[in-house]
């Protein structure tokens, strides 16, 4: 049974640089095309996809947050880290880790979700 | 970069109607389009990929159809836990990027 968890600050302030670890169970990260994904949601909005790594530690990021995103994985822990620079208000959001079924297109399981609120 | 738009914003039905909810895509996308469905305070649970094939343990009374550039989601006769907002997502090769459409808010009426 695959599980997914974030874990991280709650509220952060402005300029902060925000961390988040994702720990997962159920399924292992050193074989195939299996990944890691984050996604957020501001409050009352849609989805946005962050980045996602693979198995391989080929990373993708979404390209307009490409130069504050980074996302990095430590498979001895069966954890994936995503940190966020320069955080905004704007950047409040329930922000989720979610696992992309090996060799598609698609994310299958997701986590819980963690609200991160940014404000001074 | 494919950008999808989802038709309607709002839904409101009763219990036992039949739905359907568009996603059309700026550019051919072949099947590669997939569904969730997102409870209020809940992560979002995939419904169906391929544009029409069902994951595992959804009921059979969702579906969905299309490919190119227009999709649907069809829920044959709404039942009450089926209220929830609705999201279609591509992912887009050259950027790499999973893109997802704006999300349909079905609601009891």
């Known amino acids: 049974q695959i599980t997914l968890k974030e874990s991280g600050p709650t509220l952060v302030k402005p300029t902060q640089t925000l961390t988040l670890t994702c720990t997962f169970s159920g399924f292992s990260f050193t074989t195939g095309e299996v990944g890691v994904g984050w996604i957020r949601q501001p409050p009352g909005k849609a989805l946005e996809w962050l980045a996602l790594i693979y198995w391989s530690d080929d990373k993708h990021y979404n390209p307009s947050l490409k130069n504050r995103v980074t996302i990095a994985k430590d498979t001895s822990k069966n954890q994936v880290v995503l940190t966020l620079t320069n955080m905004d208000p704007v950047d409040t959001a329930t922000y989720y880790c979610?696992?992309?079924?090996?060799?598609?297109?698609?994310?299958?399981?997701w986590g819980q979700g963690t609200l991160v609120t940014v404000s001074s | 970069d494919v950008q999808l738009t989802q038709s309607p914003p709002f839904l409101s039905a009763s219990v036992g109607d039949r739905v359907t909810i568009t996603c059309r895509a700026s550019q051919g996308i072949a099947r590669y389009l997939v569904w969730y469905q997102q409870k209020p305070g809940k992560a979002p649970k995939l419904l169906i990929y391929g544009a029409s094939t069902l994951e595992s343990g959804v009921p059979s009374r969702f579906s969905g159809s299309g490919s190119g550039t227009e999709f649907t989601l069809t829920i044959s006769s709404l039942q009450p836990e089926d209220f929830a907002t609705y999201y279609c997502q591509y992912l887009n090769n050259d950027p790499y990027m999973y893109t997802f459409g704006q999300g349909t808010k079905l609601e009891i009426k």
């Open positions: 979610a696992h992309r079924r090996e060799k598609t297109y698609f994310f299958d399981l």
